[in-house]
C-alpha cells in the first residue's frame, strides 16, 4: 500500500506493508538505487491498515511531534547497533511538520489479500488520510481471472474469496461491489472498469487470460 504526497518541489512517497520482509526488500532497492533523492523521499514504515489503521501522523497534525521523536530516538539508536533501522530515516525523523493527509492513496492488488468483512475499514483508513479532493488508484483482481479459475474447490473459503496454502486469502471482485465499498466510504467514483488481458508465456506459449478490475475514486472536497 502506497500513500503519495505531492509538495511544492517534490514528491514524496510513504510506503506500508505488513510484512517486515517484504519492507526490507525494498529498502534494499532504495539503497542500491544510489540515487539520493529515492532516499530522501521514500519512506517505508509497518503498518497493517486493515486491522490497525494508519499511524495518526499521516494525516492528523496533533500526533506528529510524539511520533517524530520517537522515529528519530529509534533511528539514532539503530546507527549506533547496526547502522540503519528499517522503517526510519534521518530525513524523515527529524522533520518538524507532518504530511496533512496525502494527495494519492494507490491499493494495487492489495485489497483482494484483505478478508471481506475487513475491507469496509480498510477503505475507511484510505479515505481518512486523503486530502478533500485527493484520489485513491485501484487496481486487482476480477472475476474469473485465470488465477481464480486456478483454485481447488476445497479452497473456497468465502463468495469469491479463496485461500492460499500459506494462509492468506484472494478475492476476485465485481465491478458492482467495488462500487458499493467505496462509495459507501465515502468516494466518489471516476473511473470504474474491467481490464481483460491475454498473454502468451513465450517460453511455453501458454496464453493467459487476466481479469483486472480498474478503479479510480476521489475523497469529496
Request: proline content about 3%.
Amino acid at each position: 500500500m502506497d500513500q503519495l504526497h505531492c509538495g511544492r518541489d517534490n514528491i514524496t512517497i510513504y510506503a506500508c506493508d505488513c510484512s517486515n520482509e517484504a519492507l526490507e526488500r525494498a529498502n534494499k532497492m532504495i539503497e542500491v538505487s544510489n540515487v539520493g533523492p529515492v532516499a530522501l523521499h521514500f519512506h517505508l514504515f509497518h503498518c497493517d491498515f486493515s486491522t490497525n489503521g494508519f499511524p495518526k501522523w499521516l494525516a492528523c497534525d496533533s500526533f506528529q511531534g510524539n511520533f517524530l521523536q520517537k522515529q528519530h530516538d529509534q533511528f539514532s539508536d539503530a546507527e549506533e547497533n547496526k547502522d540503519k533501522s528499517l522503517n526510519n530515516s534521518s530525513s524523515f525523523g527529524e522533520r518538524k511538520c507532518c504530511t496533512g493527509g496525502v494527495d494519492f492513496v494507490t491499493l494495487i492488488f492489495t485489497l483482494s489479500a484483505v478478508p471481506l468483512h475487513r475491507m469496509p475499514s480498510a477503505i475507511r483508513e484510505c479515505f481518512s488520510v486523503l486530502k478533500p479532493g485527493g484520489l485513491l488508484l485501484f487496481r486487482d483482481y476480477g472475476l474469473y481471472d485465470m488465477t481464480m479459475l486456478r483454485f481447488e474447490p476445497d479452497k473456497r473459503v468465502g463468495f469469491r474469496e479463496y485461500m492460499h496454502s500459506d494462509g492468506t486469502h484472494s478475492y476476485f471482485f465485481y465491478a458492482d461491489t467495488l462500487r458499493d465499498l467505496f462509495t459507501g466510504s465515502g468516494f466518489n467514483e471516476l473511473e470504474l472498469e474491467y481490464c481483460c488481458v491475454k498473454s502468451t508465456n513465450r517460453r511455453t506459449g501458454k496464453s493467459m487470460h487476466r481479469v483486472w478490475v480498474h478503479g479510480k475514486f476521489q475523497k469529496p472536497f
